[in-house]
Nanobody
Framework: VQLVESGGGLVQGGGSLTLSCTAS????????IIWFRQAPGNEREEISC????????WYQDSVKDRFTIYRDIAKNTVYLRMSSLKPEDTAVYFC?????????????WGQGTQVTVSS
C-alpha cells in the first residue's frame, strides 16, 4: 500500500505545475483526497480536497482560482493543477486519503514532492 506524489520542481513565478498523487495497492475510489503543504518553519497547511464522488471540492483561500483538484479514476490518481504560482507557494506538497473532506484523520499519505517558485 503506497501513496506517491510527483510532479514537483522549480518554476518561475506565474508559471504552472501539475502534481500527481498515485496510489498502489489500493483504490482511491473509496477515499476523499486532500492536498496539504509544508514550508520550512511553517505549520502544515491544507489547501485542497476532493470528495470520493467528485461532487465536492474545497480550496483554501490562498489557492482558490489558481489551483484545481481532479481525479483520473482509470489511473488511480488525483491531480493538483497549479497555475499563477507565487514564491509563497514554495513548499513540500503532500497528498493524503480521508474518509471525507470534513475529516481530519489521514489514513495514508506520501513522502511529498518539492515545489519551488522563484521570484
Amino acid at each position: 500500500v503506497q501513496l506517491v506524489e510527483s510532479g514537483g520542481g522549480l518554476v518561475q513565478g506565474g508559471g504552472s505545475l501539475t502534481l500527481s498523487c498515485t496510489a498502489s495497492g489500493f483504490s482511491l475510489d473509496y477515499y476523499a483526497i486532500i492536498w496539504f503543504r509544508q514550508a520550512p518553519g511553517n505549520e502544515r497547511e491544507e489547501i485542497s480536497c476532493i470528495s470520493r464522488d467528485e461532487t465536492f471540492t474545497w480550496y483554501q483561500d490562498s489557492v482558490k482560482d489558481r489551483f484545481t483538484i481532479y481525479r483520473d479514476i482509470a489511473k488511480n490518481t488525483v491531480y493538483l493543477r497549479m497555475s499563477s504560482l507565487k514564491p509563497e507557494d514554495t513548499a513540500v506538497y503532500f497528498c493524503a486519503t480521508l474518509r471525507h473532506c470534513n475529516s481530519n484523520a489521514y489514513e495514508y499519505w506520501g513522502q511529498g514532492t518539492q515545489v519551488t517558485v522563484s521570484s
